[in-house]
């Protein structure tokens, strides 16, 4: 039992899982922001539009059944704003991860290099076999 216990706290208190908890808590977060700017904002907007003052009286009726499309159309609109921000903040994330690397491949220091006299690539100054070619060097 004891074994198990601490496979348990090993596999709980790794930084993946810990990771993955700040995400959710986040994400949630995120959500609601998302809901309460769809619900405050957006959809008082549409209301002007279609004329109804709540979404949930948007519905239709067919026969004796009601099809409550303003409550879809929210979600909708939830999930198209939380894609928008998730777009840009990968987008952001992505473009600053391209930086960093810039800014590496810049600090790197430069190997000596000749080039391969069979394929002119450049290879390494001390190189017996350019890697383009595999061409036999002197």
């Known amino acids: 039992m004891k074994k198990i216990w601490n496979e348990f706290k090993a596999f709980a208190f790794k ?7 700040v995400g959710m808590i986040i994400g949630s977060s995120f959500t609601a922001i998302v809901n309460s700017l769809v619900n405050s904002v957006v959809m008082p907007l549409l ?3 279609t004329q109804k003052n709540n979404y949930e009286e948007m519905k239709w009726m067919i026969g004796a ?7 879809f159309l929210q979600a909708v609109i939830n999930f198209v704003c939380i894609a928008i921000c998730l777009f840009f903040i990968v987008k952001m994330i992505n ?5 960093k690397k810039k800014e ?3 600090e790197a220091p430069k190997e ?10 450049e290879i390494h100054k001390e190189a017996t076999r350019c890697p383009h070619c595999t061409s036999s060097l002197e």
């Open 65 to 71: 059944t009601e099809i409550p499309y303003g409550l």
């Open 112 to 121: 000596p290099a000749r080039l391969c006299p069979f394929c002119k690539s």
């Open 47 to 49: 209301s002007l539009i």
């Open 104 to 106: 590496e491949k810049a």
């Open 15 to 21: 930084g993946n899982v810990i990771d993955l908890a």
């Open 95 to 99: 473009k600053l991860n391209n930086l």
